[in-house]
């Protein structure tokens, strides 16, 4: 050790760093006015790593969360030769029986996250695609931008959901996927206190945007990989349509399949258990 007080000097600014950074971090979520905080508000505006900050100074972006919650949040399986299909905003009974028809008649597993005011709208519907075999996933109660949420507020959104689905199925689904793909920090550790995992996606079908069927079959198929996680959606807002990913969705199943892919759900490209093992939330 004596032999390198350059390293003990590192490690001793490196800790003053970090406890200057919970400071400011302690102060901004308590909305404090000090000068310290705007100090370290400044002084980490400049950093350069924060690219997609917007809700809090000490915000990570989501490839810093991905790296520092390896084990919670995730966007992609394992090297191997599978696929798993992912179908956001559902149930909607314009677009998520269809999708359903095409997996059914394909003999494919999908997993498919909910959202909780739909849910129940249209509980037949979440009931189906658990009957029909496929995976849960929670996908918030009112799909808002949960990074930019207090922390009690996202877990409402959360938990609100989980019981829906509850009630609906007898599952506690274990996987979140945040609309937007975004999420903070102290989201992410929540998660991870809770048994929770984030899933996000690699492959984005872009369907949203109402692209045609050749559109969404491109986006995909020029993307996906082994283990990729594919991002569809069986649900959309007023005046959304698709109609292309649903008419894609055989072509891309055939297309992977004849290259040698086989389809799995979520949990298992991670091989995960597929519902939540908690002791930190009451259940029902
Ligand atoms: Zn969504």
Known sequence: MRRHPQIIKTVLILLFTLFLNSVGWTASVDAGTSTVEETIHIKQSSKPASKDETSSPSSLSLGELRRKYKQTFKFKGPHVKQVAL??????????????????????????????????VKHPDLVRQINNEGHALGNHSYSHPVLKKMKLEQFMQEILKTEDII????????????????????????????????????????????????????????????????????????????????IKALPQIIDQLRSEGYTFVTVPELLGIPSLRVDTGVDGP
């Open 86 to 119: 992912t179908f956001d905003d559902v149930p909607d009974p314009r677009f998520t029986p269809q999708v359903l028809q095409v997996l059914r008649s394909k003999g494919v597993k999908a997993t498919f996250f909910i959202v909780g005011n739909r849910a």
């Open 166 to 245: 509850y009630r609906l199925t007898g599952k506690r689904p274990k996987i979140i996927r945040p609309p937007y793909g975004e999420v903070n920090e102290e989201e992410v550790k929540w998660a991870k206190d809770h048994h929770y995992m984030i899933v996000n996606w690699n492959v984005d079908s872009l369907d949203w945007k109402g692209l045609d069927q050749e559109k969404v079959k491109k986006n995909v198929l020029s993307e996906v990989g082994p283990g990729a996680i594919v991002l569809q959606h069986a649900g959309g807002g007023t005046g959304s349509d698709l109609t292309g990913t």
